[in-house]
């Protein structure tokens, strides 16, 4: 099973804020996304969602079936959240 972990960071000097989500195995795979921090959808959940969504494009691009956005479940983890896929019917 694949956990999508997301985070915010910060605005720098570089550049603006921005939620990265990142995906490993526990091994040597790993891959992650980085968004501009996305005004435009409702605080909370919402928010780290875009990066996760993200997430699935990437991870359906390389191959990957069952990456769906519409199968994703949320759980909050202290200032970020954590994305899990529905189980298959």
């Known amino acids: 099973m694949l956990a999508i972990i997301t985070k915010y960071h910060g605005a720098t000097n570089r550049g603006g804020s921005r939620i990265s989500a990142?995906?490993?195995?526990g091994l040597d795979w790993k891959?992650?996304?980085?968004?501009?921090?996305?005004?435009?959808?409702n605080h909370g959940e919402d928010v780290f969602k875009v990066a996760a969504v993200a997430?699935?494009?990437?991870?359906?691009?390389?191959?990957?079936?069952?990456?769906?956005?519409?199968?994703?479940?949320?759980?909050?983890?202290?200032?970020?959240?954590?994305?899990?896929?529905?189980?298959?019917?």
Do not use: H
């Open 22 to 25: 990142t995906v490993r195995d």
């Open 31 to 41: 891959r992650r996304v980085s968004v501009p921090y996305p005004y435009e959808a």
């Open 55 to 89: 997430m699935c494009e990437k991870l359906t691009a390389e191959g990957f079936t069952y990456t769906k956005p519409e199968n994703l479940i949320s759980g909050y983890n202290g200032g970020d959240y954590i994305f899990v896929f529905k189980p298959q019917a």
